[in-house]
């Protein structure tokens, strides 16, 4: 059974910092591509930053989060991280991590195969 637990959010100021961190289980982690999205209230789900299987060789970012987010994985450790820097009141929202072994499943379809509960991130302005 596919898990996927996500941490790190809460309350932060405008121009603050967090990093979230997404820990799977329950899967061959290095198999799988990975990625962020975020829904805020009243809003849809919208894609935020995808990382391929090996981390290093692909990443994409939504236009929004450009030189603020960095997406990051760690095999060993089966976890996915977003760093998100220089954050603002537009970026609170209920943050998911999710999986698929296909790639553009992700960054292109936001349909991946397994989400996780999502964290709440909160900017104050």
């Known amino acids: 059974q596919v898990q996927l637990v996500e941490s790190g959010g809460g309350l932060v100021q405008t121009g603050g910092s967090l990093r979230l961190s997404c820990a799977a289980s329950g899967l061959t982690f290095s198999s799988y591509a990975m990625g962020w999205f975020r829904q805020a209230p009243g809003k849809e789900r919208e894609f935020v930053a995808g990382?391929?299987?090996?981390?290093?060789?692909?990443?994409t970012y939504a236009d929004s989060v450009k030189g603020r987010f960095t997406i990051s994985r760690d095999n060993a450790k089966s976890t996915m991280y977003l760093q998100m820097n220089s954050l603002k009141p537009e970026d609170t929202a209920v943050y998911h991590c999710?999986?698929?072994?296909?790639?553009?499943?992700?960054?292109?379809?936001?349909?991946?195969?397994?989400w996780g509960q999502g964290t709440q991130v909160t900017v104050s302005s």
């Open positions: 999710a999986v698929d072994l296909n790639y553009r499943q992700i960054v292109e379809r936001s349909t991946p195969a397994y």
């Open positions: 990382i391929t299987r090996n981390g290093g060789d692909s990443t």
